[in-house]
T-cell receptor, first 110, second 115 residues
Framework: DAKTTQPPSMDCAEGRAANLPCNHS???????VYWYRQIHSQGPQYIIH???NNETNEMASLIITEDRKSSTLILPHATLRDTAVYYC???????????FGKGTRLHILP | GAVVSQHPSRVICKSGTSVKIECRSL??????MFWYRQFPKKSLMLMAT?????????EQGVEKDKFLINHASLTLSTLTVTSAHPEDSSFYIC???????????FGPGTRLTVL
């Protein structure tokens, strides 16, 4: 079973920041938060991951709460190409297998 | 990021035939590869984990004799759907994890249609 809870869908206006929440209240100290997305009919794409600190890369920012029970993926300037299903996943690290939940279907509105 | 390819990208076959899908890591060596299937509008479901040179580990409910997995080299894993039936029609996706690094890289998927 997936260890995370995400809203099933969200809308965001093009050009605005998309903030995708994820609850992982049972996360343990050695587990990482990973985000992947899947654009229709393609394989999942890695976005970002983090343990405790906030992380940023060229695609997105990841904000993890101090108690680590939730996190938010931020796409700073959403475009139509960001329309996809976004998956928040908790992993113990490289030896853990990815179990996908239902994710959040993000619709970018023109 | 690292590149994972799948071949073919789509295949149509007759019921009762077997279909082989290849998954390759193009620019890195993958000690572990994973196979998933995905039905329309559903999430990805992990089928099995394969480590190079050893037998695959199948998830509960996945028939190992139906879905044969071979991981003979550090850059290639194959999934063979034996005696395919229409209910096997699905989107099959592989992923690979390298010797170093934490990320898994996913292939583009193979759409199988069994008539």
């Amino acid at each position: 079973d997936a260890k995370t809870t995400q809203p099933p869908s969200m809308d965001c206006a093009e050009g605005r920041a998309a903030n995708l929440p994820c609850n992982h209240s049972t996360i343990s100290g050695n587990e990482y938060v990973y985000w992947y997305r899947q654009i229709h009919s393609q394989g999942p794409q890695y976005i970002i991951h983090g343990l405790k600190n906030n992380e940023t890369n060229e695609m997105a920012s990841l904000i993890i709460t101090e108690d680590r029970k939730s996190s938010t993926l931020i796409l700073p300037h959403a475009t139509l190409r960001d329309t996809a299903v976004y998956y928040c996943i908790v992993l113990q690290g490289r030896d853990d297998k990815i179990i996908f939940g239902k994710g959040t279907r993000l619709h970018i509105l023109p | 990021g690292a590149v994972v390819s799948q071949h073919p990208s789509r295949v149509i076959c007759k019921s009762g035939t077997s279909v082989k899908i290849e998954c390759r890591s193009l620019d890195f060596q993958a000690t572990t590869m994973f196979w998933y299937r995905q039905f329309p509008k559903k999430s990805l479901m992990l089928m099995a984990t394969s480590n190079e040179g050893s037998k695959a580990t199948y998830e509960q409910g996945v028939e190992k004799d139906k879905f044969l997995i071979n991981h003979a080299s550090l850059t290639l894993s194959t999934l063979t759907v034996t005696s395919a039936h229409p209910e096997d029609s699905s989107f099959y996706i592989c992923s690979a994890r390298g010797l170093a690094g934490d990320e898994q890289f996913f292939g583009p998927g193979t759409r199988l249609t069994v008539l």
